[in-house]
């Protein structure tokens, strides 16, 4: 199994200010033939199911505010939400789809400091 | 706009099959564009991809659920299901059904499960 590790587990950010989530995978999600980073970022809120944010690491999902940014490549992944919002406040969760069985990070809180 | 709407019992004895469906509204689960998948999550802990089924049937599970998982579909009543065989209190968890595009875009709400006696 690909295993996805994401830093920090707790992030603490000023309303405005920029906050920063690692991904890393234990190998590379990057399929050559299409060029193609299998990630995607999600958003979870209290008592909701996940939100799809960002997939193939870089592309935003309709509707998405341009704050939110996915970069990197092959096994090591950010996401970027660069002037954070209090609605913001969430768990955010980074997948692999390159393989089965597909799998996530633990998880990164994000609140407002 | 599609929804996607898990049912079925919310509490399961031990040892017993936890049984889940999913139904979908406002669109087809004969599209050949997309997988429809279950991921779980325990109160209060991180996401678990369980596993998917394409609409002729083709499935793929997480190892981790050491054979006990079935997914199944119907297409004629647009939904698929989930039975996981033998559960224990460590099966206890929000169990989301979804549709995959590659990336997961579109999910349930959920529904909690509890495996006690």
């Known amino acids: 199994d690909i295993v996805m590790t994401q830093s920090p587990d707790s992030l603490a950010v000023s309303l405005g200010e920029r906050a920063t989530i690692k991904c890393k995978s234990s190998?590379?999600?990057?399929?050559?033939?299409?060029?193609?980073?299998?990630l995607a970022w999600y958003q979870q809120k209290s008592g909701q199911p996940p939100k799809l944010l960002i997939y193939?690491?870089?592309i935003r999902e309709s509707g998405v505010p341009d704050r939110f940014t996915g970069s990197g490549s092959g096994a090591d992944f950010t996401l970027t939400i660069s002037s954070l919002q209090a609605e913001d406040v969430a768990f955010y969760y980074c997948?692999?789809?390159?393989?089965?069985?597909?799998?996530f990070g633990q998880g990164t809180k994000l609140e407002i400091k | 706009q599609l929804q996607l709407q898990e049912s079925g019992p919310g509490l399961v004895k031990p040892s017993e099959t936890l049984s889940l469906t999913c139904t979908v509204s406002?669109?087809?689960?004969?599209?050949?564009?997309?997988?429809w998948g279950w991921i779980r999550q325990p109160p209060g802990k991180g996401l678990e991809w369980i596993g998917n089924i394409y609409f002729v049937g083709n499935t793929e599970y997480n190892p981790s659920l050491r054979g006990r998982v079935t997914i199944s579909v119907d297409t004629s009543k647009n939904h698929f299901s989930l039975k996981l065989d033998s559960v224990t209190a460590t099966d206890t968890a929000i169990y989301f059904c979804?549709?995959?595009?590659?990336?997961?875009?579109?999910w349930g709400q959920g529904i909690l499960v509890t495996v006690s006696s």
């Open positions: 406002g669109g087809s689960i004969s599209n050949s564009s997309f997988y």
């Open positions: 190998q590379s999600v990057l399929f050559r033939s299409n060029n193609k980073n299998y």
């Open positions: 193939w690491a870089s």
């Open positions: 997948q692999q789809y390159y393989s089965t069985p597909f799998t």
């Open positions: 979804a549709r995959e595009y590659g990336a997961t875009d579109f």
